[in-house]
Structure formats: structure tokens, C-alpha cells
């Protein structure tokens, strides 16, 4: 089960944060700098969709990071990989497997990265969404800590602490966007008609 406090990891004072968009990275980064650890944002999402949607979350991200004085890293975007990544599932309901399957992807990828710059710990705001199984997250982010070895999973409830609030205070802040669905066009689906 998900810590319900905000724990540091004993000796991480870096880490990788896999961030999907800046409203739900926003407050984890207020509350990791406060609190000793410095993170650097891998903005990885190629499940969203169209790509004038992903443009503008990537942007918002990366001029949050740059305002704080963050490194703040793009990942490749290649939805048709992603889509065959996760073929057979696009009628799987929200929280289902293609999600499921989502998390894995983007989650491994995070960990190679954390590696690659010789970071110990990643950890993601995905575990900040109430639109999101907090359960799933955790699965994803264990089976990524296990395919790269040497690299841990930071496992948090990143809507605890006050966190949630804050995120909303500093949305308005920050004038963020602030997207209607997960980012994928299954779950556009879901929450609006397709244009």
C-alpha cells in the first residue's frame, strides 16, 4: 500500500521525475525542493494526443522547470510506437490495462533515463492523478526498478500531504493549462467528443 506521508528515500537528495504534465508536477517539485531534493523533469508522453496537445503540456512543463532553475529534459515523442505498444487495448475502459501497459512503457523508459544520467532514484507525478490507480502506478514504477538495474523506484501518494490543494493554488499561480483528459485519444474518448 502507498505511503500516506511524504517520506524521503534515505540518502536521495537527486531524482528523476517523470513528469506528464506542469499542473501535477507543480506542487511535488515545491515540496521536493523545500525539502532537500532536487529534481530533474523527464517530460516522457507519448501516449498523448493530437500532437498540438502534447506541444502545449511539454511547453508548460519545460517553462515551469526553467522559471525554478531546473533541468528539464524532453523524451521522443513517437505516438505510432506508442500506439502499437499498447494495440489491442484501446477499448479497455480508464485505470484498465492499456493504462496498465501505458505506465510500464513510460515508466521504464524514466528509469533508463534516471541510469543514463547516473541517478539513483525516479520516481512520477502519475501518482498524483485521482484520475489514476494508484496501484497500477506503484506495479509500473517496481516492474521499470527491475528492468534497470541499479535504479529505485521512488513509491509515493503524490496527492497526500496537502499536495492536491496546492497543485490547484498553483495552477492558478502559474497560469498553467490545464488539460480535460489523461492525454491519450482513448481517454479523450472518454471525457469529450473527439474533434
Same mark, same amino acid.
Request: proline share 4%; glycine share 6%.
Given at each position: 500500500?502507498?505511503?500516506?506521508?511524504?517520506?524521503?528515500?534515505?540518502?536521495?537528495?537527486?531524482?528523476?521525475?517523470?513528469?506528464?504534465?506542469?499542473?501535477?508536477?507543480?506542487?511535488?517539485?515545491?515540496?521536493?525542493?523545500?525539502?532537500?531534493?532536487?529534481?530533474?523533469?523527464?517530460?516522457?508522453?507519448?501516449?498523448?494526443?493530437?500532437?498540438?496537445?502534447?506541444?502545449?503540456?511539454?511547453?508548460?512543463?519545460?517553462?515551469?522547470?526553467?522559471? #525554478?532553475?531546473?533541468?528539464?529534459?524532453?523524451?521522443?515523442?513517437?505516438?505510432?510506437?506508442?500506439? +502499437?505498444?499498447? &494495440? *489491442?487495448? $484501446?477499448?479497455?475502459?480508464?485505470?484498465?490495462?492499456?493504462?496498465?501497459?501505458?505506465?510500464?512503457?513510460?515508466?521504464?523508459?524514466?528509469?533508463?533515463?534516471?541510469?543514463?544520467?547516473?541517478?539513483?532514484?525516479?520516481?512520477?507525478?502519475?501518482?498524483?492523478?485521482?484520475?489514476?490507480?494508484?496501484?497500477?502506478?506503484?506495479?509500473?514504477?517496481?516492474?521499470?526498478?527491475?528492468?534497470?538495474?541499479?535504479?529505485?523506484?521512488?513509491?509515493?501518494?503524490?496527492?497526500?500531504?496537502? #499536495?492536491?490543494?496546492?497543485?490547484?493554488?498553483?495552477?492558478?499561480?502559474?497560469?498553467?493549462?490545464? +488539460?480535460?483528459? &489523461? *492525454?491519450? $485519444?482513448?481517454?479523450?474518448?472518454?471525457?469529450?467528443?473527439?474533434?
Amino acid at each position: 500500500m502507498k505511503k500516506e506521508t511524504i517520506v524521503v528515500p534515505e540518502g536521495c537528495n537527486e531524482v528523476l521525475l517523470h513528469a506528464c504534465c506542469a499542473p501535477c508536477s507543480s506542487a511535488i517539485v515545491e515540496w521536493m525542493l523545500t525539502n532537500g531534493v532536487r529534481p530533474t523533469i523527464f517530460y516522457y508522453n507519448p501516449n498523448i494526443f493530437p500532437r498540438e496537445e502534447y506541444e502545449i503540456r511539454k511547453n508548460e512543463s519545460k517553462r515551469h522547470a526553467e522559471s #525554478l532553475g531546473l533541468t528539464w529534459i524532453d523524451g521522443d515523442y513517437n505516438h505510432e510506437q506508442w500506439r +502499437q505498444d499498447v &494495440c *489491442g487495448l $484501446e477499448n479497455e475502459p480508464e485505470r484498465g490495462k492499456r493504462c496498465e501497459q501505458c505506465f510500464i512503457l513510460r515508466l521504464t523508459v524514466a528509469a533508463r533515463k534516471a541510469k543514463e544520467l547516473g541517478l539513483q532514484y525516479f520516481t512520477t507525478t502519475l501518482a498524483s492523478s485521482r484520475w489514476k490507480s494508484l496501484e497500477q502506478i506503484e506495479q509500473a514504477g517496481h516492474l521499470a526498478e527491475q528492468a534497470v538495474e541499479g535504479i529505485t523506484f521512488w513509491d509515493q501518494n503524490w496527492r497526500k500531504g496537502g #499536495l492536491q490543494e496546492r497543485r490547484n493554488q498553483l495552477l492558478k499561480e502559474f497560469d498553467f493549462y490545464n +488539460q480535460q483528459y &489523461c *492525454g491519450c $485519444e482513448f481517454s479523450q474518448r472518454q471525457f469529450q467528443p473527439l474533434k
